[in-house]
């Protein structure tokens, strides 16, 4: 099923840009594991927060990001890849002067509000 997402061009035209948030969509979503990206403006942030008993990985798809993981800040370009263990806390900043597109990869996904 992901294979139809995997290039760059599909994975922007999936992009669920917002002017007033961050937008999020799922590309897939499974009993161990969900993908998804997550669309930032220039600006745009997600504030730190962590998953119990899930790891997370993100991958620049276009754009500058600073993604924190715990006390580590790092600023990623696209092909950039950053992890966050389970239980730690995460967050993304567009830092750039243009759009940030992040795949995020989620492992199990998170219980559903």
Same mark, same amino acid.
């Given at each position: 099923?992901?294979?139809?997402?995997?290039?760059?061009?599909?994975?922007?035209?999936?992009?669920?840009? $917002?002017?007033?948030?961050?937008?999020?969509?799922?590309?897939?979503?499974?009993?161990?594991?969900?993908?998804?990206? $997550?669309?930032?403006?220039?600006?745009?942030?997600?504030?730190?927060?962590?998953?119990?008993?899930?790891?997370?990985?993100?991958?620049?798809?276009?754009?500058?990001?600073?993604?924190?993981?715990?006390?580590?800040?790092?600023?990623?370009?696209? /092909?950039?890849?950053?992890?966050?263990?389970?239980?730690?806390?995460?967050?993304?900043? $567009?830092? /750039?002067?243009?759009?940030?597109?992040?795949?995020?990869?989620?492992?199990?996904?998170?219980?559903?509000?």
């Amino acid at each position: 099923m992901l294979e139809s997402f995997i290039d760059d061009a599909a994975l922007r035209a999936r992009a669920p840009w $917002n002017a007033a948030k961050m937008g999020k969509a799922t590309l897939f979503e499974g009993s161990g594991l969900l993908v998804g990206l $997550n669309a930032f403006e220039p600006g745009q942030a997600h504030a730190p927060h962590a998953h119990a008993g899930v790891d997370k990985l993100y991958q620049v798809v276009e754009g500058s990001g600073e993604f924190s993981v715990g006390e580590h800040v790092s600023r990623l370009e696209r /092909g950039g890849l950053v992890f966050a263990p389970a239980g730690v806390a995460h967050g993304v900043k $567009n830092v /750039g002067p243009g759009r940030l597109l992040v795949l995020a990869v989620m492992a199990p996904p998170p219980p559903k509000a």
